[in-house]
């Protein structure tokens, strides 16, 4: 089975059309916690955020409670493997449903998330992907950016934090504040030095806070073939070579 092995998990991905990336690697060791340690994982694919928040949730102290929602089956299916396969599978859950229709059939305050995780699909006027599969995870069609930042909003507690990675030139802030997101943080990541931020990590508020978001940038090779320390200080927990 093909797939990433991490420090304390093994995550296969051959069943799923998108996988294992840097990019989910970057937001699930970034991510602001929740206090209450209850998640949802939008678009969860192999599984890989939920089961880097499990670990991370654990390790604050916190009990996690991780919901998974993955709309292809295959995905869903892989990632309950791997769930069931790590020391977490009483504490993630992987549901197999468009994020649409679980929100409407969700109208309980008790199902209501401390924190809100996505990689989500970006390409929005690409041309489509051969595999169908691949092309529902990688465009907008099933999933808009308006709707993402809206069914958010709608299953996050008063308190809660929205958490996503996309590229460094897409405009999500602007949709996400017309949803009644705030922005907390944001983080370009440079692949090199003398390059272009490739992505952005993204952290928004449900509540009305107030004060100027944090901007930083991070750095994943200093020179090539080296890491930055940064990076690797991020990245500590869950890579074997780090």
Known sequence: MSGFRCKEFFVGHDRCAMKVSTDAFLLGAWATLPKAGTALDIGAGSGILSLMLAQRMQKSGLNPAVYAVELDQDAAIQAQDNVAASRWAAQIQVIQADILTYAAKDNQPEHRFELIISNPPYFQQSLAAVDPKRHQARHTDSLSFKDLAVVAKKLATTN?????????????????????????????VKTAAHKAAKLQLLDFSAGAETGQSEHTELLIQQSPGHYSDEYRTLLADFYLRF
């Open 160 to 188: 809660a934090h929205f958490c996503l990675v996309l590229p460094a030139d897409i405009d999500f802030i602007s949709v996400a504040e017309q949803a009644g997101w705030t922005l907390q943080r944001r983080c370009l």
